[in-house]
């Protein structure tokens, strides 16, 4: 088996603004929900399909499935993110390349992990705004900008591994 160096990375300006922004979205999300749930009816929409039009309707209380899932996972990629090593990688990681590929992708987490509280936050708030009538739904935009924020940043962090492979700066 393969031992990978375990380093301690410092966090460069955009990771820390990153995680900045994580947990402001993941307070957001939060009280959005909690804003949203005391003003909705006993029914609303609990799912959507692929053009983002209402297809299920359910208890409110379902809506208190998308931030305790979106919390589990901000806190799950949060520690993970606290053990590169354990990742997989399309090279084979050396003391020498071992610092640049960690910072890709544990940056390309950290997007991930920002992309998913944008993603679920909207959905409490197009569920609202659905059940309120403001909306009709997600819309047919939300399907590809949810496929953009979760396929960009893994394109950006693949390519860029891939790129930096044996560099070590």
Known sequence: METRPKIKLVLTPLDNKLELISKVFLVVMWGLTVYTYLKLPAIIPIHFNASGQVDN?????TLLILPILATIIYFGLTQLNKYPHIFNYMTKITEDNAQKQYTIATRMLRFL???I???FSLIILFTYLTTIRVTNGLGIWFLPLTFG?????????????????????
């Open 117 to 119: 509280l944008v993603i």
């Open 149 to 169: 924020l979760l396929l960009v940043p893994t394109i950006i962090g693949i390519s860029q591994s891939i790129k930096k492979k044996n560099n070590v700066a």
């Open 57 to 61: 309707h359910g208890n409110k209380q």
């Open 113 to 115: 992990k920002l992309a």
